[in-house]
T-cell receptor, first 114, second 112 residues
Framework: KAGVTQTPRYLIKTRGQQVTLSCSPI?????VSWYQQTPGQGLQFLFE???????NKGNFPGRFSGRQFSNSRSEMNVSTLELGDSALYLC?????????????FGPGTRLLVL | GNSVTQMEGPVTLSEEAFLTINCTYT??????LFWYVQYPGEGLQLLLK?????DKGSNKGFEATYRKETTSFHLEKGSVQVSDSAVYFC???????????FGKGTTLSVSS
């Protein structure tokens, strides 16, 4: 089975721009979660989507948004980029078939905001 | 709110030494607990998990026991190898195992 894929892998943007990141989960997985990893704050949960609905949300401003499509692929969008948004953005998928599921992480998209 | 605190690193050990990485948590309800590992140049992957009090998770010689009375989930291994060098993250999740709250991570370096 192919793993979680994320595109693009690297991205450079300037302040004020917006960006869209994409995540393709493992085939059959219905839950997709997004995390931000920075040296200062570590790994922080952004949000989780399940069956095209946001099921859980972390403590991030409204500039961070996401969506999930019917094929479970997910996108996250960051509007009005700030320097502090520079980070590795990780996507994780799980089958969400019941019980405590294992999350499988993608390689991440490294975003640099100049 | 929920949070995870794990010992700061780096932790430097010789091969075959005993490893403990401390992790404590604050949570309401009955969270599930995880240890994730990030090997150099690789993505984050699940090492072990425990879903209820007194559960012991184990994998690759690593063990951790979910202690509700001390709100802890310490990671242990009896004899570390050079190949165990990595960053280890303790995490707390909901009953679906999603919406993970991670600790800051502990870097382990094992020398031969």
């Amino acid at each position: 089975k192919a793993g979680v894929t994320q595109t693009p892998r690297y991205l450079i943007k300037t302040r004020g721009q917006q960006v869209t990141l994409s995540c393709s989960p493992i085939s059959g997985h219905r839950s997709v979660s997004w995390y931000q990893q920075t040296p200062g704050q570590g790994l922080q949960f952004l949000f989780e989507y399940f069956s095209e609905t946001q099921r859980n949300k972390g403590n991030f401003p409204g500039r961070f948004s996401g969506r999930q499509f019917s094929n479970s692929r997910s996108e996250m969008n960051v509007s009005t980029l700030e320097l502090g948004d520079s980070a590795l953005y990780l996507c994780a998928s799980s089958s969400a078939s019941g019980g405590v599921e294992t999350q499988y992480f993608g390689p991440g998209t490294r975003l640099l905001v100049l | 709110g929920n949070s995870v605190t794990q010992m700061e690193g780096p932790v430097t050990l010789s091969e075959e030494a005993f490893l403990t990485i401390n992790c404590t948590y604050t949570a309401t309800g009955y969270p599930s607990l995880f240890w994730y590992v990030q090997y150099p140049g690789e993505g984050l992957q699940l090492l072990l998990k425990a879903t209820k009090a007194d559960d012991k998770g184990s994998n690759k010689g690593f063990e951790a026991t979910y202690r509700k009375e001390t709100t802890s989930f310490h990671l242990e291994k009896g004899s570390v190898q050079v190949s165990d060098s990595a960053v280890y993250f303790c995490a707390l999740g909901n009953q679906a195992g999603t919406a993970l709250i991670f600790g800051k991570g502990t870097t382990l370096s094992v020398s031969s």
